[in-house]
């Protein structure tokens, strides 16, 4: 008995060994990179949410914060208020202010998108059975994909948002619905589709093996309703071991972050709470450590979330600070890219 306990434990510590070799391969595949982009995702209603004007807030992210590389959204419910009447007027207006500044545009469209309640369904939708529903949902993609796809700020079309995360007030997925959406756009338009899912909830492969480009969220400190605020107890390694592992199973594609956290976290929505309350899971110590730990995660391009929080913080709480790291960051990744232009690389 005491022979094949030993052989036992011997075996368990080879497989252990195994495992940790097989880990410190798999990360040493993904290696830290520098960042080379800062982008922001922008909406306009979340910017009414806190009492601002939302084109004065967009353009001023355009030109004081100097964004060169913006994620806007196609909002089902603003577009086709009333089934079959189409208004491109909100979007139209962002493309052309980005167009004006040499801006690369991500734009989003789909039934699920950034910011709560997620998925954003019209009225008369919402009273649809889910097969006609998912009908029309194809319809509003096509005409929208149509109508915006001779503009060539646009180098990018994100269909749905983290399809495969449980998320929002949604209808469960349905895969051939986000596949139709899929091949619809691609006979529409020759430009990359990105997939996107969350950085630490969720399985990459199923959304990277169906987009062009991987998109990848990255949360540090959340809340729970069971355990309130708490931060994610990861290190940067394991996005880069995520990676290699997608990566292993769908092939090398471009990846990037199209969420990296830059905004409040808490059980009520962000401009329902006071500055402090705001403060305890976002705060510029805490973003500077966000951009930190980015750095080391084997992405080299970001989308930063929060940037109407910072411009509201700016304009009408005197606290600048966010605005001001992002700007820095950003204006470093700018400056960099021009130099390397100008190199030749």
Not at 275 to 298: C, D, H, I, W
Request: contains cysteine.
């Amino acid at each position: 008995m005491k022979f094949f306990r030993n052989k036992t434990v011997l075996l368990i510590l080879f497989l252990l060994l195994f495992f940790f070799v097989s880990v410190g391969i798999l990360v040493s595949n993904t290696p830290v990179l520098e960042p080379k982009i800062f982008g922001v995702t922008f909406s306009p209603f979340y910017a009414e949410r806190f009492g601002l004007d939302w084109q004065m807030t967009y353009t001023d992210i355009l030109d004081d914060l100097n964004v060169k590389n913006i994620r806007i959204v196609a909002y089902w419910d603003e577009i086709e208020k009333e089934e079959g009447e189409y208004d491109f007027s909100q979007i139209d207006w962002q493309v052309r202010e980005a167009e004006d500044r040499d801006v690369n545009i991500i734009v989003a469209v789909g039934r699920k998108l950034p910011r709560w309640p997620e998925c954003r369904v019209p009225g008369w939708a919402g009273s649809l059975g889910m097969a006609e529903q998912n009908e029309a949902l194809l319809r509003y993609v096509s005409r929208t994909i149509s109508h915006l796809k001779n503009s060539e700020a646009i180098k990018m079309w994100q269909i749905e948002n983290e399809p495969f995360l449980s998320f929002g007030e949604c209808p469960e997925l349905s895969s051939r619905v986000l596949d139709a959406e899929i091949s619809l756009v691609k006979t529409l338009d020759g430009r990359p589709i990105m997939i996107t899912d969350s950085g630490e909830l969720s399985i990459w492969i199923p959304a990277a093996r169906r987009g062009d480009v991987f998109g990848s969220t990255m949360y540090r400190t959340v809340w729970s309703d069971r355990f309130g605020h708490f931060t994610y107890p990861l290190p940067p390694s394991f996005f880069r071991l995520k990676r290699s592992i997608t990566e292993f199973f769908v092939g090398k594609k471009p990846m990037l972050v199209i969420e990296l956290q830059g905004e409040s976290w808490q059980k009520k929505m962000t401009y329902e709470v006071s500055v402090e309350e705001q403060y305890l899971s976002m705060n510029p110590e805490k973003f500077r450590g966000v951009l930190e730990y980015a750095s080391y995660s084997g992405f080299d391009t970001f989308y930063l979330w929060g940037v109407e929080w910072w411009y509201w913080l700016k304009e009408t709480q005197d606290r600048p600070e966010m605005w001001d790291i992002a700007k820095e960051a950003i204006n470093d990744t700018n400056i960099r890219m021009f130099t390397n232009d100008i190199n030749g690389y």
